[in-house]
Each structure stands twice: as C-alpha cells, then as structure tokens.
C-alpha cells in the first residue's frame, strides 16, 4: 500500500474470475473467482499456492496470454491487452525458452529486434543486460553451452531488455537445484534492486516468496481465490542473513499456515483475514 | 570457474580431442569393409560360384577399369536426372510445404491427399511418366524422382514449422510480434533439422528413382539402361561395378547433405547427438 502510494498503480485486477471449457458442456472449470489485486510501482509480489489454484492463470491474464471471462485487468492504466501491445511486459517463464539457432547475446538482443531498435543500440542494450545478470562474458556462447542457471539468467537478462514496466516470472527456479535456487534468488533480489522494475512472481516455495517478496499472495484451489496476502516487513535490502532473522522464520510460518487453511473457507472469513493481515502490515 | 558451469556438450568432437577420437569412429567400419570384401573374394573362389551366380570382388574391379569411360558417362547421365529431380522435388516440397503451415485452408484441404499419395508406390508411375515425358530424355526420371522426393520433403518442412515449443509462441506473443517475425525468427530455424532429416531420406529417393525409371525405357547411356542390358547378356560383373558407381552417387549425396547441414544449422546435430 505504501508503494502504490510513492509510485502509483502498475496493476489492478477487479472481479477477475476465469472458467475454462465451454458453457453448458458440463465439464467447466472455475480456475479462478472474484479476485481482486492491486500491484503498486516497484513492489515484488509472490503468487503462492497448491497445484491448481489459479496462480499461474493468473499471472497470464496479467499479462495478457489469456483473457479472464470475468472482471478486468487494468495493467499501467490501461487494459492489459494494450500494455502488451505496448511492450509494457517482461516475461519469464519455468523454462528459459533461450533460441538454440542464436548466441547468448542474440538471444537476449531478440525483443530489441522486435521493437525494431537499431543494432548499434541493441548490441550496447544486451551487453548491458548481460553484466547485470553477470554473464558478461557469455555473450557469443550457445544457451545449450550453458548451466540451467545460467540459462535461465540469460531469459531474465532478454526480458528485462526492453525496460518493461513490469516482469512476470512463472516459477523461473522450479527446475533449478537447491542450492542453485537459493544462489538465484539472491541474485533477482539484487536485480530488482538495481532496476526497480515490478515484479510479479510465482512460485510454490514458501522460503522463496518470502525472501524476495513486499506482499506474498496466498491462494487456495476450487475455485482458485486470494485467500489472505501477508505483507513481508524484512528490511528492504535481504541478504544472505535475512534468511537467519527470526522475523523472516515467523513470516514463513505465517505464509505456511496460511496455505494450510481449509479450503472451503467461507467468504466472509476470509474478509476478516484480508482485514487483520492488513492492520498488522500497517502496524509493523 | 567457467570450465565447470559450461557443460560441454557436441563441440568437443570437433576440436583438439577430435582427431583421435575420429580415427577411433573410424577405423573399425573400414577393417570391417575391407574383411568383408577379402571374404567375398574367398567364397567366390572356395565355392567355385559361377559368375552369374555372383562374380568375386577382383572380377568386378576388372570390369569396372575396362568400362570406365562408359560408366562414367552414364553415371553423369544419371545424376543428371537426380540433381534435377531432387532440385524440384525439394523446392515444391518446401514451398507446397511453408504455403500449407501458413494457410490453414491449404493444410486442411491438401493435407488427407498428400498422406495418402505418400502411401502410393510412385516408382510405379516410371511407365506413365515416360510415355507423358518421353523415354528418351532425362525429364521424365527427373519427374519420378521429384514425386518420390516432395512428399517427404513437404510433410518435415509442414512438422517443422508447426511443431514449435509452445512456450516459445507465448514469449514471442507476450512481446506482440507480429506473424512474421514469428515465422522468420522462431519457425523456420525451427524447420531446419526437420527439412534436413527429409532432405538425406531424399538423396536415396531420387537415386533409387531415377535409376529403376531407367529399367523400363530410357537410353543406353543411362545407368539403369547398362545394368538391365548387361544383365540380361549375364555379364554382371560389369552390372555389379555399375552399381558402386549408383552406390556412390547415393553415398556422396547424403554425405553432401549432412556436410550442408552442419554448415546450415549446426546446433541441430549437437541436440540429437547429445545426451538430452
């Protein structure tokens, strides 16, 4: 809330609910009901979840992959299907999706190319994006040359090469070791530091939301709804030390405990909730 | 620090471990052939066979330096018709091939017909296709060979394009690409192994049609004509040394192409090579 205050809006979703399969066929799913989410300039929000909850639905009607059959979402004061016309997007996904036919560099110079910018500047662009991610020297390799990490930190380096407004990342470290994992998000939060971009997450790591998070986002399944969202209160700047805070261990139990609310909730529950996870955001 | 993030993987038979390596893959077929051939040439001889039952390797080298201006000839004849075929047969493969990924309409319509023609056995066509093109010349095996060569060539360029990894469609589409660039940048790379696995199947095709084309009509001074009439005189040491010269335009086609296609799209080879 304080972010949406300093900077504004760069998302908001109202009433989005998400049915799959065609009506009347009897075989509809509601992968989503009635959320309502607002993303302000700079914050790092954590989707989180079970299987089946809607999160990564989600994170593609944000970002304009599927349109919600309910609600609308409005991404930088304009509907999310312009901001993507606009280029307004990073996307990130579980794999890096790198092009094999191109180097490292090309493969991050690619929505340079699309955008029509010339060479001279796409070059400079990539390079910069590269040392950011700190493969400044991997440029003229082959992404197959390369580490799963590594990979996936030449996709973070292409999708934050047009300056986007904001990055949708889906599970980018859910293939990745543990150690690997741990080694990356340390490496994303220095990156988001460093760019100020916004950034909306999914995962299915607690340690992982609350680490890198402003707001983590929990939602539970059938339908896939927000069910509280528990804003993180950690310093701003996390390092390796954040993980040994007892603040952080409190915030992962209260994120897991959170998940393991039954799901059958009743709405008006969950507006309780909603209210005390606030109040305790604000008092913090 | 790099040498143990970088997995490497393809490149290393091609640099300084490379060279040992390649004498390693390849003297063992080469002991194997030549054991092969000595062995030929004893049967032959401990078997006493007859020579029309099948002349020993010595027989056909002899035939073949004796007849070698002949063959000579007739195997550029022969190729020619072969290189026109393939020319054909791969550029309206490709191109019937990108027109259908493009169009839906083309895909739904021609696609049932060009499964079902790929089925037929065309080189059964030879006879028809001589009585419409002529016996006499070249064009009418270059037809047979380009009909056995589009279909597979079609179908991979079609697979090809169309068989893109979906979230690769998603990243292009979430910076609103346009169709084009989609195609350029992500489809037609991707075709690339798919058009070049067609292409070697392709090289045999259009041999093994011209030259059986060539049994049923066509000049003396084609490939096919020699070995039918030196057969039928039971000359066929000159028939088998014939054959190497078809063998080799066969093989040295298909060497051709996966010598273009390492040049084309070299990290095609690395991925089916390596372990993933």
Redesign the interface.
């Known amino acids: 809330m304080k972010a949406a205050a300093r900077g504004g809006e760069v998302v908001r979703l109202e009433g989005v609910s998400m049915v799959f399969g065609a009506a009347g066929s009897g075989r509809q799913v509601e992968a989503l009901r009635d959320i309502d989410l607002a993303v302000g300039r700079g914050e790092f929000v954590s989707l989180i979840g079970p299987s089946g909850c809607g999160k990564s639905t989600l994170l593609r009607i944000v970002?304009d992959?599927v349109s919600p059959t309910g609600g609308t979402a409005t991404v930088n004061d304009k509907p999310a299907r312009q901001a993507?016309?606009d280029?307004d997007?990073g996307?990130v996904?579980q794999?890096p999706?790198l092009?094999?036919?191109r180097t490292v560099q090309k493969n991050v110079e690619?929505?340079l190319?699309?955008?029509g910018a010339p060479a001279g500047q796409r070059a400079a662009k990539a390079q910069a994006m590269l040392e950011l991610v700190e493969l400044a020297?991997f440029g003229g390799?082959?992404p197959?040359?390369?580490?799963g990490g590594?990979q996936q930190r030449v996709a973070i380096a292409r999708a934050l090469a047009?300056d986007p407004a904001i990055l949708?990342m889906d599970e980018p470290f859910g293939a990745l070791d543990e150690m690997t994992r741990e080694r990356m998000n340390l490496e994303l939060h220095r990156i988001w530091g460093q760019t100020g971009t916004t950034v909306i997450f999914v995962t299915h790591s607690i340690p992982e939301a609350v680490f890198l998070s402003t707001r983590v986002v929990v939602m539970s399944a059938r339908p896939g709804r927000i069910s509280t969202i528990v804003p993180i209160d950690l310093p701003r700047d996390r390092s390796v030390e954040t993980r040994e805070m007892e603040r952080y261990f409190k915030l992962v139990t209260e994120v897991r405990e959170a998940l393991r609310a039954p799901d059958g909730e009743s709405p008006g529950e969950r507006v309780e909730d909603l209210a005390r996870v606030q109040a305790e955001g604000l008092s913090a | 620090m790099?040498a143990d993030?970088?997995?490497?993987?393809?490149?290393r038979q091609r640099t300084s471990a490379g060279a040992a390596q390649q004498a390693r893959d390849i003297v063992p077929p080469v002991v194997a052939f030549v054991a092969l051939i000595v062995l030929w040439e004893v049967l032959v001889r401990a078997l006493n066979l007859k020579q029309f039952i099948l002349p020993g390797p010595l027989a056909i080298a002899a035939a073949w330096q004796e007849n070698l201006p002949v063959l000579v000839s007739a195997a550029t004849y022969t190729l020619g018709e072969i290189l026109a075929g393939l020319a054909i047969g791969v550029t309206a493969g490709i191109v019937v091939g990108a027109a259908a990924a493009r169009f839906g309409a083309i895909r739904g319509s021609l696609l049932p017909f060009a499964i079902v023609a790929n089925s037929v056995p065309i080189i059964a066509f030879a006879p028809i296709f001589n009585n419409w093109f002529g016996s006499d010349n070249q064009f009418s095996k270059a037809m047979i060979a380009a009909v056995l060569v589009f279909f597979p060539v079609m179908i991979n360029t079609l697979r090809g394009l169309l068989n893109v990894?979906p979230?690769?469609l998603?990243?292009?589409?979430?910076?609103?690409?346009p169709e084009r660039?989609v195609f350029r940048?992500?489809r037609v790379?991707n075709s690339?192994p798919f058009i070049f696995t067609a292409l070697r199947v392709a090289t045999t095709l259009a041999t093994i049609g011209a030259i059986v084309s060539e049994y049923f009509a066509a000049p003396r001074g084609s490939l096919g004509q020699y070995i039918a009439t030196q057969s039928a005189f039971l000359a066929f040491e000159r028939s088998w040394a014939a054959i190497v010269f078809a063998a080799a335009i066969g093989i040295g086609l298909y060497l051709f192409v996966v010598a273009l296609e390492r040049v084309v799209?070299p990290?095609?080879r690395?991925?089916t090579a390596?372990d993933?």
């Open positions: 970002g992959l993507r016309l280029r997007y996307m996904f794999a999706v092009f094999d036919w690619l929505p190319e699309i955008t020297e390799h082959r197959w040359q390369l580490s590594m047009l949708l | 790099t993030l970088l997995v490497e993987r393809g490149w990894d979230a690769a998603e990243l292009l589409r979430s910076y609103a690409a660039t940048s992500l790379p690339l799209s990290w095609a690395v991925q390596g993933q």
